[in-house]
């Protein structure tokens, strides 16, 4: 059955806050356009499905939600609409041509509604995967969600791709679909990344670093804010290179005081710093403002400097000790998540061991390791010495493991104490979930506790005595 008029869109994102932050981006262009933008694909013409294409297990995962909508979307799925040899398969570290094969041309059936494919992976494999995947109508990358009404508008069932590169320039302002109930929203201050670490793909994905307007940031806050938004996560690949390329100086410090002066926003959060930019001037903001929260993520990636070094990151072990010291001694409670590679090329059992020293010496309070992902196009695919899968998959282990311990102790400790909770959702037994100032959304932990009849709504706060202490949750009960 052919299409005639595209009207209702239905988006499927995978991957990080960011691509969820395009798809809000993306909504927001086609409402502005007259296009109905549902959260039931099966009232929907179209489904766009936003995918990851940053490592392996994510580049799996987008490959098999486009398959299952391809199937939703009554795509005639090719033979190996599996992901057959395809990048989960160990021996196909990176590649993709394998993934499915096609003709790419001649849309296999048009199917009932359209079925596009955007985000990162598209941006990444576009050309490959319209030769291998027909059972996708558009191809869409990145910097091509400004076209989407024209593309839908003019869709005739003719297969087509848009994966153009980045225009630089300053970050281009477009509207914003929020949630319902926007209580915890994020806000993107800056697109791309210069920094070219040598396992990272991203710099050739999102392009070279582009800085919002501070203005439009602060205006996009304030629109948040008024649509019920108290918890605002500033991201970007690295916030902490906001303004250089824009203003000629990092202007994080200066912008997270200008977002402070907003009345109705609770909690400010930092996401994706990178440590070597984390000036004086911003550490003495985060401590004197209250609306900022007691928590920073650091990606310091490893400690060992001869494997810093092999990434190109610029921080050593020392350049990163100093940076937390200078954190804790400003900042006494202040949380800090991070997250490590194992397995990285070359990487020996000493540079692991030092690694493993360090989280014991640090006892970050958050933490997440990834094992090493061979990505083609990055620097290190192409080093020697890489890892044997089962060394790296052994040493992320071993971190967690501890970790664990460790994120145990850090919530004992909070046995007794009365913490400000943002509720986030009521669960079938009637037990409330929600987060406090040191828990990032869906990567951190929990505080369970019970209203005692109370009716509360996600976005409210409330004090919580903490009674008990799980590795990565806590649970507590009214103190108000
Ligand atoms: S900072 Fe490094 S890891 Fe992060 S996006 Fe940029 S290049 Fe990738």
Redesign the pocket.
């Known amino acids: 059955m052919k299409i005639d008029l595209i009207k209702s869109v239905f988006f499927l994102t995978l991957g990080c806050p960011k691509n969820e932050n395009d798809s809000q981006m993306a909504a927001g262009i086609l409402e502005e356009a007259g296009f109905n933008v549902t959260d039931n694909a099966e009232e929907a013409d179209a489904i766009i499905v936003n995918t990851c294409g940053f490592i392996n297990d994510a580049k799996t995962e987008s490959i098999e939600a486009i398959f299952d909508m391809a199937q939703f979307c009554g795509k005639n799925v090719s033979q190996n609409g599996k992901v057959a040899a395809g990048p989960q398969n160990p021996d196909c570290e990176g590649g993709m041509q394998s993934c499915a094969e096609g003709d790419g041309e001649h849309a296999g059936d048009i199917g009932e509604k359209v079925l596009i494919v955007s985000g990162c992976l598209a941006q990444r494999y576009g050309e490959e995967l319209y030769k291998s995947m027909p059972e996708v109508d558009i191809f869409l990358g990145v910097n091509d969600y400004p076209k989407l009404p024209e593309i839908l508008r003019d869709f005739d069932g003719k297969r087509q791709k848009y994966l153009n590169e980045y225009q630089p320039g300053c970050m281009e302002e477009f509207p914003r679909k929020l949630e319902k109930n926007p209580y915890s929203a994020t806000i993107k201050i800056a697109e791309g990344?210069d920094?070219?670490?040598a396992y990272?793909i991203?710099?050739k994905i999102r392009g070279k670093y582009r800085s919002r307007g501070m203005d439009e940031i602060v205006s996009e806050a304030r629109t948040l804010a008024d649509a019920g938004c108290r918890e605002l996560i500033l991201i970007a690949?690295?916030i902490t290179a906001y303004g250089k390329d824009l203003y000629g100086d990092y202007k994080l410090a200066e912008l997270l005081k200008k977002l402070c002066g907003i009345e109705k926003l609770e909690w400010i959060r930092l996401m994706y710093c990178?440590e070597d930019r984390i000036t004086d001037e911003l550490i003495e903001v985060m401590a004197t403002e209250e609306k900022v929260c007691h928590y920073i993520d650091i990606?310091i990636q490893h400690a060992s400097d001869n494997v810093l070094k092999a990434m190109n990151r610029r921080s050593t072990a020392k350049s990163i000790r100093n940076t937390l010291k200078k954190l804790k001694n400003a900042i006494p409670d202040i949380h800090i998540r991070t997250t490590l590679i194992t397995g990285f090329p070359g990487e020996t059992k000493e540079d692991f061991r030092e690694l493993a020293d360090f989280v014991e010496e640090m006892k970050f309070q958050r933490l997440g390791v990834f094992a090493y992902s061979k990505e083609e196009g990055t620097a290190a695919a192409l080093m020697k010495n890489q890892v044997r899968r089962d060394v790296k998959e052994r040493r992320k282990n071993a971190i967690m493991q501890r970790q664990t311990e460790i994120s145990l102790e850090s919530n004992r400790s909070k046995i007794g104490q009365v913490m400000k909770v943002l509720v986030e959702e009521c669960d079938e037994t009637g037990a409330y979930i929600g987060r406090t100032q040191y828990d990032a959304p869906e990567i951190d932990n929990s505080v369970i506790f019970r209203a005692d009849g109370r009716s509360l709504s996600p976005g409210d706060f409330v004090s919580i005595r903490i009674t008990d202490a799980f590795d990565y949750d806590l649970t507590g009960e009214l103190a108000d």
């Open positions: 990344c920094n070219i670490c990272c991203i710099p690949q690295d990178y990606p």
